[in-house]
């Protein structure tokens, strides 16, 4: 079945520091991909997607690109803030025909940046 | 627009109880899904609900779990006779009606600790 599995936590930087959170899946077709984010005391956020191969998504910062040649979903971002201390999940769906409502998660990363 | 509601924040229940946990979905959204969060683990996905149906239970365990989503009130997610394996964060999103598609937007979880 269709798997995700993301760098494990937790990740401790320094602000301005480089961060990069590996996520590799395993799925047929070709699904969507996501980021999502989960702040202390909320829910999980879309953070940015991506639809098929090759696309960036991007948001606040934060940078993903779909690499189906290595199956793999990489959260980046250039500089980090005190701001950014969450929780990262990464996550696929279906691109379509049945069942393209459920999300398959990675275990989740835990991010804590130190001023 | 407030977000999902999910109540409650968090649930202790001793073994052989019952748990009820709710879900209020975004105004407008007619569509609920619940996932389980288990200790180390990502996200899996539960059961998907439309208002009255029930679309898709095939990540429920097929003994002890139900669900429902009835036409005025919540989504609740009902656990009887609770035992210490039950203890996870349980997540719920919703999203507009429409295809299956659509983004999921996720409620804060109830973490329940089973004694």
Same mark, same amino acid.
């Given at each position: ?10 990740? #401790? ?37 991506? #639809? ?59 991010? #804590?940046?130190?001023? | ?115």
């Amino acid at each position: 079945g269709d798997s995700v599995t993301q760098m494990e936590g937790p990740v #401790t930087l320094s602000e301005e520091a480089f961060l990069t959170i590996n996520c590799t899946y395993t799925a047929t077709g070709y699904p969507s991909l996501f980021w999502y984010v989960q702040y202390p005391g909320e829910g999980l956020q879309l953070l940015l997607k991506a #639809t098929k191969a090759d696309d960036k998504g991007s948001n606040k910062g934060f940078e993903a690109t779909y690499r189906k040649e290595t199956t793999s979903f990489h959260l980046e971002k250039g500089s980090v803030q005190v701001s950014d201390s969450a929780v990262y999940f990464c996550a696929l769906r279906k691109g379509s025909g049945g069942s393209n409502y459920k999300l398959t998660f990675g275990k989740g990363t835990l991010l #804590t940046v130190n001023p | 627009n407030a977000g999902v509601m999910q109540n409650p924040r968090h649930l202790v229940r001793r073994r052989g109880q019952e748990a009820r946990l709710r879900c209020s979905p975004m105004k407008g959204h007619s569509h609920v899904y619940w996932y389980r969060q288990l200790p180390e683990e990502g996200l899996k996905f539960m059961v998907y609900l439309q208002k009255e149906n029930i679309i898709d239970e095939s990540g429920m365990p097929k003994e002890r779990f139900s669900a429902e989503f009835p036409k005025e009130g919540p989504s609740i997610l009902r656990i009887q006779q609770v035992v210490r394996g039950d203890s996870a964060a349980y997540f719920c999103a919703s999203s507009p009606p429409d295809r299956g598609g659509n983004e999921q937007f996720f409620g804060p979880g109830t973490r329940l600790t089973v004694l």
